[in-house]
C-alpha cells in the first residue's frame, strides 16, 4: 500500500550454472524536483537511488537510480546460479527509505 | 453486396494510396513515416506485455482493503466471501438488491450494506484516484484488481438465458448505438464495424469483428503506464464518455452495468487474465 | 459435356445460396425488434450520465440523431431514412459574413491540430471553456508525416486532388467546390447521412469563420497540405 512495497519474482527451481532472470517490480513516484504549477512552490524530489541484489549474502549487481527512472519501475537483473540459496534485494531512495525483500531458488 | 464490396476496394485504395504517398515523402526527408511509427508503438506495447505487470502491487492491496471494509460477507454470486471464479459470471441478476450488477457495482453495494457508506461516500471512495496522472494508491481500485484476478483463468461466462440479464444486455446494445451530445458519437462510431480503423496510433477493438470485445474487457483492471494505476472498467466508460463530449458518467449507474452485460455478454468464453498493461 | 452440366449446376446451387443470402439480409435489416423501448433508454442513459444543467441539452437528441440511433450503419438503412437525415440537414447551413468560404489556412491549421474543447469533467483532465478544436487527425490522415487515423479517408493534398489552383481559385467551378467541402466540414451528415464525422457547425462546436479558415488549410494552394 504504501511507497516502497515490491513484488519480487524468480524461477522456484534452476539447473546448476543456470542464468535466471530476477524480476521486481518496486511501487515508487520517482520524482525529480519540480515546482507546483499552480501555487509555484518547490515540491523536492521523491525517489530510489540504489538497488543492491544479494545472493546469499553476497553483492551480485548494483542498481543506481536516478529521477529519470519511470514510475512503478520494473527491473529485470540475470543471475547465475550455482548452489540453491535467497535472493534478496535491497533497496533505499532519497528520503532515507530503505526496505528489502527476499525468494528462494532450489538448485538440483 | 456489390457497392459493399466497391466501397471497401475504393477505401483501400484510398488508404494505400495515401499510405504510400506519406511513406515515400518520408522515405526522401528521413523522418519516421506514420507506419513506421505505427510499428514502435506496437513493439513498445509488446515489451510491457512481457515481465512483471506493476499492476499486481494492487492485488495485495486489496486484499488488506477487503479486510478492512468487512467485504468477506459480500455475495459476488457464489456465496458470501466466495471470490475465486466470481467475476467471470458478472454481471448478473442479484434478487437481494433486485438488480442486474456488475462487479464494481456489486463492490459499491456491498461497501455500503457492510462498511456502513453512504451512496455519495461510495462515489468518493471510486472517484478518489480518478484525473491524478500519478502516485495515487487506491483501495477501491485495489479491491476490485483483486477480485478480478480471484478469477485468472476463469471463461467469462455471463448467463444471457437469465431474461433480467437478458433485457439489460438488449438495453446495452441500444445505448452503444444511441447517438448523442454535440458530437454526435456513440460507441459504435469506434468500437463497431467491420473495417479494421485506427484512431491515430491506437488500433481499435470493434464488436462486429469476433473476439476483439472479449481481448478488450478480459485484461480490465489495465494498468496505464502513462498514470502509473490500473484503470477499472467504470473508470474507463468515464474516460470514454468524456472524450465523446458526453456529460459526466456517475460510476455503478444502470448506464454502467447496461455497458458491462452488453460487452462481456459479447466476451463470453474468454478467459480473463488482468491485469493487462498499456500506455 | 458431362463437366459443362456439372459446372451450371454448381453455377446455379452457388447463384441460388447467394440469393438466399442476400433475402435473409434484407429479412433481417432493421428496424432492429425492439426488445427494449427507446424512453427506456433515455432514462438509463439520462440517469447515468451527470445532471448539470449547464449540460443537460446534450443529452438532447435531435431528429437526425433518433433516425441514425436505429441504424448500426449507413449500409443498413433504407433510402427513406437515408434521404430525411439528408433533407435535415441540408436545412440549415451557415456560411460566414459576405459569402468568403475560404479563411486563413493557419487559424485553421491551429484548429484542425487541436484535440480540445467540450471534454467537461469534475476530476483531472477537463478541457477550459475557451479551447476549440476539430481533432481532425484522430480519424484522418492530412498532412504528410503526421501520424492520424484511418476512420476517415485519406486527406492528403485534398486541394491538390479537386484540382484547386492558384490560376483557378476564383472560377465558379472552384467556388463550388469550395463551397461543397464547406459544407461537409459544417454539417457532414447533410453528405453523408449518419457519417461518424461530428456536425461541427451545427452543433456549434465551430463557428463559420473557423470552419471557413479549415476549409482553407484543406484546399489552398499555399496550405502545407496541399505541398
Redesign the interface.
Known sequence: ?AVG???L?VPKEAKKGEVVRV???I?H?M?PARKDPQTGQQIPAHHLTKLDLLFNDKLVSTINMGAGV???P?M?LTLKVEESGVVKIVYEDNKGGKWEKTAEIKVS | MKKKLLLGVFTAGAIAGGLLSTKAFAQVEGEISPEEEMRLVQEFNKMLAEGVNPGEIWYEVGKEAIKKYHLDKCDLGLGPGVFKGAAAQLPRYFADAGKVMDLETRVGWCLQKYAGMTQDQVLKFVRQCWGKSGNCMSEYDGIIMYLTMESNGHKINVNLKDPHVKKMFEMGKQVYYTRLGPWDFNCATCHAGKKEVRIRATRLWSADRPGEAGGAVSIFPKYLVRWGMPMSMHYRYAECIRQMRWPEFIPHSDLGVALSTYMYGLANGTEIKAPGIGR | MKKGLILTGLFVLVAGVVEAQQKKAQQAQPKKEQAVKQEEVMQVLKSGLSSDPRFAWKVQQDEAQRICSQYPSREEMPASAVQKVIQLSQAEIKYPQWGIYMGDWKEGKKLVDSPRGGRYASYGFSDKPTDKGGNCYACHLIEKGVPGGTMGPNLYQYGKRWNITKENLNSPETVEKIKSVYNIVYNSWSAFPCSSMPRFGYHGNLSPEDIANIVAYLLHPESPVNK
Open positions: 500500500m512495497t515490491g513484488i519474482r524480476q521486481m517490480v511501487t513516484p520524482s519511470s514510475a512503478n520494473f529485470a
